[in-house]
């Protein structure tokens, strides 16, 4: 996908949820390495191996299209916890939904308590990247986020954020017996 949108010219840039905002590729030269682009990134091996994203990320920088953090930084995920207001950002059958997914994440071991924090994280992180997504954005051209799946869901994730008049189509990519209620993406 990144290859072809960059071929033909239509790639504005790739926005990943495993660097934090501020982490870029965008002064690095299309001949740069590969621990050129995790050092640009800030690349943590141990959370996000990078035999799984590494491809991603080195066809864009040999395309010349800037590969950008977009995930809330770790200082600032305290704070989201803590802010009721994100609350309010998704309708009450997402929120529920989402806040089941935690729970089931967390393979029912987190204390009730911590449900709504957690929420709030996940939140908090979906609203990030979406700004991400609109900062990032061309006229004709196309931003692609990789995140994980549940980050992009239509009814609570990053496109519930997005500014008025962005569009966004989900390709949901799963492996082994996972499974996803395929309304809530466009192609899985």
């Given at each position: 996908l990144i290859d072809t949108l960059a071929a033909r010219g239509l790639l504005a840039a790739v926005a990943l949820e495993m660097a934090d905002a501020g982490a870029s590729t965008a002064h690095l030269s299309r001949r740069a390495d590969e621990a050129d682009a995790q050092a640009a990134l800030?690349?943590?091996?141990?959370?996000?191996?990078?035999?799984?994203?590494?491809?991603?990320?080195?066809?864009?920088?040999?395309?010349?299209?800037?590969?950008?953090?977009?995930?809330?930084?770790?200082?600032r995920m305290r704070e989201a916890m803590a802010d009721v207001q994100l609350d309010n950002r998704l309708p009450p059958g997402p929120l529920q939904a989402q806040q089941q997914a935690i729970r089931d994440g967390h393979c029912g071991l987190l204390p009730e308590s911590q449900i709504a924090p957690?929420?709030?994280?996940?939140?908090?992180?979906?609203?990030?990247?979406?700004?991400?997504l609109e900062r990032a954005r061309l006229p004709g051209k196309t931003v692609v986020l990789v995140a994980g799946g549940g980050h992009v869901l239509r009814d609570r994730g990053v496109p519930v954020h997005l500014a008025p008049g962005m569009t966004a189509k989900v390709l949901l990519l799963q492996a082994g017996g996972a499974s996803t209620d395929s309304a809530l993406a466009d192609q899985v």
């Amino acid at each position: 996908l990144i290859d072809t949108l960059a071929a033909r010219g239509l790639l504005a840039a790739v926005a990943l949820e495993m660097a934090d905002a501020g982490a870029s590729t965008a002064h690095l030269s299309r001949r740069a390495d590969e621990a050129d682009a995790q050092a640009a990134l800030r690349w943590n091996d141990a959370a996000w191996p990078w035999r799984a994203y590494g491809p991603v990320v080195m066809a864009a920088v040999r395309a010349g299209v800037p590969v950008l953090g977009a995930n809330l930084p770790r200082e600032r995920m305290r704070e989201a916890m803590a802010d009721v207001q994100l609350d309010n950002r998704l309708p009450p059958g997402p929120l529920q939904a989402q806040q089941q997914a935690i729970r089931d994440g967390h393979c029912g071991l987190l204390p009730e308590s911590q449900i709504a924090p957690m929420t709030r994280i996940q939140i908090a992180r979906d609203i990030r990247m979406a700004h991400a997504l609109e900062r990032a954005r061309l006229p004709g051209k196309t931003v692609v986020l990789v995140a994980g799946g549940g980050h992009v869901l239509r009814d609570r994730g990053v496109p519930v954020h997005l500014a008025p008049g962005m569009t966004a189509k989900v390709l949901l990519l799963q492996a082994g017996g996972a499974s996803t209620d395929s309304a809530l993406a466009d192609q899985v």
